[in-house]
């Protein structure tokens, strides 16, 4: 009710009062007598006819700027038009800070279109489908090619759209309800229709789709000569590493490599897109210098190219790869570089909702709780908009942020939402199941259920093992780290043995890769392990090399839990001149004060200012 009446709770009112026997959804759809006549006589009476008839003009059009009502209207009066509505306060929503682009207020158009239209809207839209696609805006050309009811135009403007629009807002949304609406013949009718349909569903990870999809591709084969034939291979080949990639496959990599052999500099896009999925491999396959070589390269493209949404996207990987590295500080600055990029370049949508939800990931790594959740609901929110698979990441975050403060049920309800919105959006299954099982054992292991946790953390690292799968988008480390908890679980259950077994590979292998952070929680574990055991000389030599680096590597709150169950046999470490400071603030019963960052609003004030922060308005 709220969204349909943009806060103007009158409204509502005036719906409710004379209702009949309708539902209110129906009666949200084609108002009443009562909501007319108010809005008759509030607004429309004493209008000249001139801005009546603009006024219910604009009702059909979702955004218009001075230019536009230059053409929809007289070329001269159009412009003096609109800033008589603005001047007169009529119910116009600013779009932009430069005062460029309005809309009018949503319960207003849609009154004005159940009144009795003096222009065609038809006409209307075709217009504006012409204007917005002389000037390159070819989803507002589509949208209104679509609203003039001419399909077969906007088939023909898609043709236009760019990769880089699907990551603008919910255009992916939006492109595959196009595709649902128009008839698929349309679709298939051309190779860069068939490219762009493969795309949008690898963005939103409807892989079996993406499949079915680039079958159509060897239709156009052969084609009229060597260099186009070489071409659309290539374009079958980036589409297909980078289906495999989403799928964990090995065999992505030789496909994308045969990809960057034949896509001409042109393919700019495309090209980013195979460097993309080749860090991503490297990562996933715990090859991490492979992974920043390719990152770096599909960077320094992207900003040849002056891609501030491409930068963006390739640097959500970047930020992975540096808290793999430990440079967590790193990671966080660029979250919050990109973050002010896209929003001074107005691009919102999935790339915008991938950053919030790594910001939120780091400043729960800092024990900033609050705001973490405030930047997780952020980006889900934005993810959810656009049906962006990313999601999953957000829903993993407030699960394991609900399951540190004891609300199990919460955290519970939290995975089952996640789990059916992968389903709901058609997510393939191997993007979501093992993530979802991992975050189910950290749950059972903070519930104290210790052989259901060692159980679920067993079956990831088996069905990762056996299916040679490698481990989905955005989380990594996922084989490493059920291990670790796998590790945890034998603590938790008093078995240091089986955990220093699990350990001590695992160890080895995280420092000879350069997981830098998930080597020092080993380390912990290991600590952990050894002081279970009585042997207090190893565990003090395993913590000492990383007190140094505790806080840079956000390990502060697992130290905390080592001291509380271990202080007598740490006491040794407070004699430490270098670290008995820190140490003696982490034991048990020290006083916690607040963090040096911190300031006096409360923490309410502080979660307003963080909205106002991101763009909304105040």
């Not at 569903?201 to 499949?211: G, K, M």
């Not at 607040?594 to 300031?599: L, V």
């Amino acid at each position: 009710l709220l969204h349909h009446s943009e806060g103007w709770l009158a409204g509502i009112c005036l719906l409710l009062m004379q209702g009949g026997g309708e539902q209110l959804g129906e009666r949200l759809q084609q108002g009443s007598a009562l909501l007319l006549e108010y809005l008759e006589r509030e607004v429309l009476e004493g209008l000249p006819a001139v801005l009546r008839e603009a006024l219910i003009a604009l009702s059909h059009i979702p955004r218009f700027s001075a230019a536009l009502c230059a053409v929809l209207f007289d070329e001269d009066h159009g412009p003096e038009l609109l800033a008589t509505l603005r001047s007169r306060q009529l119910f116009l929503h600013r779009l932009d800070h430069s005062n460029e682009w309005f809309r009018l207020w949503r319960p207003l158009a849609t009154a004005l279109r159940r009144l009795p239209q003096p222009r065609s809207p038809q006409r209307l839209h075709l217009l504006a489908c012409r204007w917005f696609a002389e000037r390159g805006d070819v989803r507002a050309a589509v949208e209104h090619a679509l609203a003039a009811e001419q399909p077969e135009v906007a088939a023909n403007y898609l043709q236009q759209y760019g990769q880089e629009q699907l990551l603008i807002g919910n255009s992916v949304a939006q492109f595959l309800q196009w595709r649902s609406e128009l008839p698929a013949s349309l679709f298939s009718s051309t190779p860069r229709l068939i490219a762009l349909q493969a795309w949008a569903l690898i963005i939103s990870t409807r892989l079996d789709e993406a499949d079915q999809c680039v079958q159509d591709l060897p239709r156009f084969l052969p084609q009229p000569d060597a260099r186009r034939q070489q071409q659309l291979l290539a374009q079958y080949q980036a589409i297909r590493g980078v289906i495999e990639r989403q799928r964990g496959l090995r065999s992505a990599r030789q496909h994308c490599l045969e990809a960057l052999e034949q896509l001409p500099a042109s393919a700019w896009s495309q090209r980013m897109l195979c460097q993309q999925a080749l860090a991503q491999q490297a990562m996933a396959e715990l090859d991490l210098p492979t992974a920043q070589q390719y990152c770096q390269a599909a960077l320094q493209n992207a900003r040849q190219k002056g891609s501030v949404l491409y930068e963006a996207l390739l640097n959500v990987d970047r930020v992975h790869l540096l808290s793999q590295l430990g440079e967590l500080d790193t990671a966080q600055q660029v979250v919050e570089d990109n973050l002010q990029r896209l929003r001074e370049a107005g691009r919102q949508g999935p790339v915008a909702a991938r950053l919030w939800l790594l910001k939120g990931s780091l400043l729960f790594a800092q024990e900033q709780g609050e705001a973490a959740e405030a930047a997780l609901r952020q980006g889900l929110q934005v993810a959810e908009q656009s049906q962006d698979a990313y999601l999953l990441f957000g829903y993993v975050g407030l699960a394991e942020l609900a399951g540190e403060r004891g609300e199990y049920g919460e955290a519970l309800q939290l995975l089952h939402k996640a789990e059916r919105q992968m389903q709901w959006l058609h997510v393939a299954e191997v993007r979501y199941r093992q993530v979802l099982r991992l975050a189910h054992g950290q749950l059972a292991l903070r519930q104290q259920a210790y052989g259901h946790a060692l159980q679920l953390f067993g079956e990831v690292i088996d069905s990762l093992a056996s299916g040679g799968q490698l481990a989905p988008s955005g989380f990594y480390d996922l084989a490493l780290r059920a291990r670790l908890c796998q590790a945890q679980a034998l603590l938790a259950m008093a078995d240091a043995s089986g955990a220093q077994h699990v350990l001590a590979p695992l160890l080895e292998e995280c420092q000879t890769r350069g997981y830098r952070r998930l080597a020092a929680e080993t380390r912990l574990s290991l600590a952990h392990a050894g002081l279970q055991q009585g042997a207090v000389d190893g565990a003090l030599a395993l913590l000492r090399p990383l007190l140094t680096d505790a806080a840079n590597l956000r390990l502060l709150p697992a130290l905390r839990v080592l001291l509380q169950h271990h202080a007598e046999g740490l006491a040794a470490l407070f004699d430490d001149p270098a670290h008995g400071t820190l140490l003696s603030q982490l034991a048990p019963g020290a006083a916690q004060t607040e963090p040096a960052r911190t300031c006096l609003l409360s923490g309410r004030e502080r979660k307003v200012l963080q909205l106002i922060a991101s763009g909304m308005s105040n």
